[in-house]
């Protein structure tokens, strides 16, 4: 992105700043656990509060936390060669647990207490701190410079969200893979056996549908490629046969039992799980677990429709009929050109 971009600006409204924070942008707290030992509360206190004759109550158990005071926390006694020398409390010094507390400050967008270090440097301010956290800023920026990181996000967990719903149960037996890939990638040949030392996660990472989970087959020992993690993310949500050599494929169908002409033709979807989205309550659930976002659910049935002329929405008869309007809206972006393209 070399160009230079045009400026642009966020224009804020519907901001409310809760009372608590107003004015407390620029506040440094100190954060510490109250010393009484059977009291669990967590104390914030102002820090141009504690001069040297502070005292700061706990609001839960009362106890007083005072310059000067101590706490013991067991006796003691020092020997040398087994002769006591001196004994008395382990003590400290209430002065020093404040000291020692983790500094904060209210962020005045999300309204939190956050420790300082998640605050960027602002040398002209009284907390040396920025007002809004970095959490906030991110947002921010990522709406100024329209990348869109929460939608982006949100959108990329709801489709692995709908997507794992037709993943069943199965026990993968990982080693059986690699041992029937020679541990190698299949596509690159790179030797991938260290993966088996390593966690189980490391593994399935490089475990790739050979039929895509984007036309909802599950991933299942059979169905499994090891791939390395490049040939992974280029295989994606690719049919075999739009991402192998034709050779490639008569090996891969040798290897894991599937089809030859399934995997060089056209994308199918998994007929096990059409099955399931002409149950009635298998697409009444999803519809509820999917409520607060159906984006992804509605592109999948206007997928399914497209692909095969099945429209899961005629599974239940309780379904509202505005997502047929929801789903068919959003086919009509798609045919525009203004919804982004399925891939494959
Ligand atoms: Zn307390
Ligand atoms: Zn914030
Ligand atoms: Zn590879």
């Not at 009484?36 to 839960?60: H, W």
């Not at 990348?147 to 069943?168: C, D, G, I, M, N």
């Not at 059979?222 to 090996?251: F, M, Q, S, V």
């Amino acid at each position: 992105m070399a160009r230079r971009q045009s400026y642009t600006r966020v224009v804020r409204s519907n901001f409310q700043s809760p009372d608590h924070v107003k004015g407390m942008g620029d506040r440094v707290f100190r954060g510490f656990q109250c010393l009484n030992k059977d009291c669990i509360n967590f104390i914030f206190v102002r820090e141009d509060s504690l001069d040297a004759d502070f005292s700061v109550n706990c609001e839960a158990c009362g106890f007083v936390h005072a310059a000067g005071e101590t706490v013991s926390l067991y006796d003691y006694e020092l020997l040398r060669d087994d002769e006591k020398i001196e004994d008395g409390a382990f003590q400290i010094l209430h002065d020093d647990h404040l000291k020692d507390a983790q500094r904060y400050k209210y962020c005045i967008v999300c309204g939190t207490l956050k420790p300082l270090e998640q605050f960027d440097r602002h040398s002209a301010r009284a907390s040396g701190r920025q007002g809004e956290c970095t959490l906030c800023k991110q947002v921010y920026n990522s709406i100024k410079n329209q990348t869109r990181l929460v939608e982006q996000h949100r959108e990329a967990s709801q489709k692995r969200r709908l997507y794992t719903q037709f993943e069943q149960p199965s026990k993968l037996d990982i080693r059986a893979i690699y041992d029937r890939f020679g541990c190698r990638c299949f596509k690159c040949g790179v030797d991938l056996a260290s993966d088996l030392e390593a966690g189980a996660l490391q593994k399935l990472g490089n475990l790739d549908h050979t039929l895509p989970v984007f036309y909802l087959w599950p991933l299942t020992t059979n169905n499994a490629t090891l791939l390395c993690r490049n040939h992974n993310g280029e295989k994606a949500e690719k049919w075999p046969g739009a991402y192998y050599e034709d050779a490639e494929l008569r090996r891969l169908s040798a290897l894991t039992g599937i089809e030859y002409r399934l995997m060089a033709g056209t994308p199918n979807f998994n007929p096990e799980a059409l099955e399931w989205l002409g149950k009635p309550e298998f697409v009444e659930s999803l519809f509820e677990k999917f409520a607060r976002y159906p984006h992804e659910l509605l592109r999948l049935r206007n997928r399914i429709l497209a692909a095969t002329g099945f429209d899961f929405l005629d599974s239940s008869a309780r379904i509202s009929p505005d997502w047929r309007k929801n789903a068919d809206a959003l086919r009509g972006a798609t045919a525009a050109g203004t919804e982004d393209t399925d891939g494959a």
